[in-house]
């Protein structure tokens, strides 16, 4: 399984960025996916997941304002961030495996794209 993440950019706060995770293989409808992050100095940490079946875990710290979803025709899953604050600046990757808000939990990673909220 290959997952390419992109969409990340430089956003002020309060702003809105999508993010995509593209992923290869033809049974992406049967993945788990999730979106973690890591921002300099800290250790990864998650941030949202999506069943195969549709349904979704988000961390304290982003509910209410990131909104994962997936389309599975396009072998593709999003996170949707607004309100976004400083503290939001990390580097996002998405991954795949168990359903689970632990890293060691996820068998395959994207490489990760930068994340910046700063006015």
């Known amino acids: 399984v290959q997952l390419q993440a992109s969409g990340g950019g430089l956003v002020q706060p309060g702003g809105s960025l999508k993010l995509s995770c593209a992923a290869s293989g033809r049974t992406f409808s049967l993945y788990n996916m999730a979106w973690f992050r890591q921002a300099p100095g800290k250790e990864r940490e998650f941030v949202a997941a999506?069943?195969?079946?549709?349904?979704?875990y988000y961390a304290d710290s982003v509910k209410g304002r990131f909104t994962i979803s997936r389309d599975n025709a396009k072998n593709t899953v999003y996170l949707q961030m607004n309100g976004l604050k400083p503290e939001d600046t990390a580097v996002y990757y998405c991954?795949?495996?168990?359903?689970?808000?632990?890293?060691?939990?996820?068998?395959?990673w994207g490489q990760g794209t930068q994340v910046t909220v700063s006015s």
């Open positions: 999506i069943s195969s079946g549709g349904s979704t």
């Open positions: 991954a795949t495996g168990q359903y689970s808000t632990v890293s060691s939990d996820y068998n395959y």
